[in-house]
């Protein structure tokens, strides 16, 4: 994303939440959405020059925008209804082609969710592609909610237990966001860090400070906190699975500190990923199996070893140390 600008449409029948709370929402002071993305992406990423405008009324009642689309029962959202109705009636006061992506901001609940994502707008001349987050009422009044879709935007899918859940774990912002104890007077729950996977797909981990561990190697190395970008030292290490190159795990350091604050706790953190699923690619190892991928059995701290001994591989967690933690990794 760059230095490229994001807009805020907002598309109401009638709502009073003014444009101040918007502009905020998206500024480069702490919970700002400029400022956490700043932060999470190493400064890859920013979103100075947004704009806020609306409200605007849309043309037609919200049936037209939330229906049942495929006759069972259920209604759902659709998308591109509601993306160029939106935006066709901001259409006068922006000029879209400044801009990568756009924040729609609704009065009413929509289906179910708030949605990320993108899609193709031909607007001033141009036809393109753009990331876009869809935001109910709720959705707005949490940043952890807006900053999770935004994240869909920039192409991340959902992270998790290794449950048959979407979003319970509390390490990631594509999941639970964080414990959301106690939330932002104004912007309720504010987002964790994204995982070590997701901000190294991205591009944002440079590639010496990640550790790929090689057969028949066992390195003690120092794993930095995964939210700062502070020393030489790795922010993140991954190791291979029976040899394949689309099942490894990734191991982090997690410290409760800045937005990282809404963790469940300082400790190494596993994932294991298997880059074949089509959502929850990586997925929290939770040593005592009892659905919460949140407590003390997904905690790594000195002492402990995980091991996966069918694919020789091990983590020893030795001592926490100035800025991260010391570990010992062997794929044998």
């Known amino acids: 994303m760059g230095d490229d600008p994001l807009s805020l449409w907002r598309c109401r029948e009638c709502d009073t939440t003014p444009q101040e709370y918007f502009a905020k929402l998206l500024a480069g002071v702490y919970p700002g959405l400029d400022h956490y993305w700043r932060q999470v992406s190493y400064k890859n990423v920013n979103i100075v020059g947004s704009a806020v405008v609306g409200w605007y009324n849309l043309s037609r009642p919200r049936s037209y925008y939330v229906y049942d689309q495929n006759g069972d029962g259920f209604v759902d959202l659709d998308a591109q209804r509601a993306s160029d109705d939106c935006t066709a009636a901001a259409d006068a006061d922006v000029f879209f082609p400044n801009f990568v992506g756009v924040n729609l901001m609704f009065n009413q609940t929509l289906d179910c969710c708030a949605w990320g994502g993108g899609t193709t707008l031909n607007k001033d001349g141009q036809k393109r592609f753009y990331r876009i987050t869809w935001e109910p009422p709720w959705g707005y009044a949490n940043q952890h909610v807006i900053a999770h879709e935004m994240g869909h935007g920039f192409g991340l899918p959902h992270s998790s237990g290794p449950y048959n859940a ?54 003690t190395i120092i794993l930095e906190r995964l939210r700062r970008l502070s020393s030489t030292n ?44 089509g959502d929850r690619v990586a997925r929290v190892v939770d040593n005592d199996g009892n659905g919460d991928p949140n407590d003390a059995g997904a905690q790594w701290r000195p002492g402990e070893t995980f091991a996966d001994p069918a694919n020789g591989v091990t983590v020893a967690v030795n001592a926490k140390v100035p800025g991260g933690f010391s570990v010992t990794i062997s794929y044998q």
């Open 166 to 219: 979407t979003y319970d774990s509390d390490w990631d912002v594509m999941s639970g966001g964080g414990k959301c104890s106690p939330p932002d007077a104004t912007y309720g729950c504010v987002g964790v860090h994204t995982i070590s996977y997701h901000k190294d797909i991205l591009g944002w981990i440079p590639p010496e400070r990640k550790y790929v561990a090689t057969l028949g190697s066992s390195q």
């Open 234 to 277: 790795y922010l993140m290490a991954q190791i291979p699975i029976g040899g394949s190159t689309t099942q490894f795990y990734t191991v982090e350091a997690r410290s409760p500190v800045g937005y990282d604050e809404q963790i469940p706790h300082g400790a190494i953190v596993i994932h294991r990923v298997d880059t074949t699923r």
